[in-house]
């Protein structure tokens, strides 16, 4: 999406995205039409949803029609396939960042398939380069660089004694289709995702020595359903959709 004219990140991250000057917060985004709130993993540096579920990509850049209310900027719309297969596939990948795997398989042949595909980060990731880069990046200006401690400020790099960071997270996306007959279809569409973060700073100081703790946790569920049938004056379709987004911060000063 970054690609076309008007699309850009501020950041140069994969999840947030601003249209045609807009902040990425006024941007709409859905999954089989549930509203996506969390920008991606790692605060946005990795994407949602595994590209091996997503059929289609609908992008309006402003104008768009008034069932997307909600947001300002413009509307990014991934879709699912809707085409009922045949035979089994299933497929993995492995990189710097996270493990992928998904799985598609006929339930009622020609009638009913299930996808799964499920996404979680590497046991160790702040151990390889990809990772490091995402932390400067990140967390550059912030208090994982400098400690204000009453007036005294101290820099990570000064009489740091000890740095323990943890990093994971685990996605699960599913799309299950039922066509009872050639005008009818019906289908469910859901998402699990989960982010974890905690950060562990100790400083020794010839006068201070402390500790700080910082730990988010991010959760965004979604789960929808729709209904579509061709009737003899047109299309009818109804769909439902419910999303929650719980983000926790416990920060500790010691």
Same mark, same amino acid.
């Given at each position: 999406?970054?690609?076309?004219?008007?699309?850009?990140?501020? &950041?140069?991250?994969?999840?947030?995205?601003?249209?045609?000057?807009?902040?990425? &917060?006024?941007?709409?985004?859905?999954?089989?039409?549930?509203?996506?709130?969390?920008?991606?993993?790692?605060?946005?540096?990795?994407?949602?949803?595994?590209?091996?579920?997503?059929?289609?990509?609908?992008?309006?850049?402003?104008?768009?029609?008034?069932?997307?209310?909600?947001?300002?900027?413009?509307?990014?719309?991934? $879709?699912?396939?809707?085409?009922?297969?045949?035979?089994?596939?299933?497929?993995?990948?492995? $990189?710097?960042?996270?493990? &992928?795997?998904?799985?598609?398989?006929?339930?009622?042949?020609?009638?009913?398939?299930?996808?799964?595909?499920?996404?979680?980060?590497?046991?160790?990731?702040?151990?390889?380069?990809?990772?490091?880069?995402?932390?400067?990046?990140?967390?550059?200006?912030?208090?994982? $660089?400098?400690?204000?401690?009453?007036?005294?400020?101290?820099?990570?790099?000064?009489?740091?004694?000890?740095?323990?960071?943890?990093?994971?997270?685990?996605?699960?996306?599913?799309?299950?289709?039922?066509?009872?007959?050639?005008?009818?279809?019906?289908?469910?569409?859901?998402?699990?995702?989960? &982010?974890?973060?905690?950060?562990?700073?100790?400083?020794?100081?010839?006068?201070?020595?402390?500790?700080?703790?910082?730990?988010?946790?991010?959760? $965004?569920?979604?789960?929808?359903?729709?209904?579509?049938?061709?009737?003899?004056?047109?299309?009818?379709?109804?769909?439902?959709?419910?999303?929650?987004?719980?983000?926790?911060?416990?920060?500790?000063?010691?």
């Amino acid at each position: 999406a970054q690609l076309l004219p008007g699309i850009n990140s501020p &950041d140069e991250s994969a999840g947030k995205l601003s249209i045609r000057g807009g902040a990425p &917060d006024q941007t709409h985004v859905l999954w089989d039409g549930i509203n996506v709130y969390a920008s991606g993993h790692y605060f946005g540096m990795i994407s949602f949803f595994s590209p091996n579920l997503v059929d289609e990509m609908r992008i309006w850049r402003g104008q768009a029609e008034a069932s997307y209310g909600g947001r300002l900027s413009g509307v990014v719309e991934m $879709n699912t396939s809707r085409k009922i297969i045949d035979r089994p596939e299933v497929g993995a990948t492995i $990189n710097l960042t996270h493990v &992928d795997a998904y799985v598609k398989f006929p339930i009622i042949k020609g009638k009913s398939d299930l996808h799964v595909s499920a996404r979680t980060s590497l046991t160790s990731p702040f151990d390889n380069p990809t990772y490091q880069s995402f932390q400067r990046q990140v967390f550059q200006n912030t208090s994982l $660089n400098t400690l204000s401690f009453g007036s005294v400020d101290i820099s990570v790099n000064d009489s740091l004694e000890s740095t323990n960071q943890a990093f994971n997270f685990t996605e699960l996306n599913a799309r299950w289709q039922w066509n009872p007959d050639r005008q009818t279809s019906v289908t469910i569409s859901g998402f699990l995702q989960s &982010d974890v973060f905690a950060n562990e700073v100790t400083f020794e100081q010839i006068e201070i020595d402390l500790a700080t703790s910082e730990a988010i946790s991010t959760r $965004n569920n979604g789960l929808s359903a729709s209904l579509k049938r061709q009737l003899p004056g047109g299309k009818y379709r109804y769909k439902i959709n419910h999303t929650t987004l719980c983000v926790s911060f416990a920060p500790y000063l010691r």
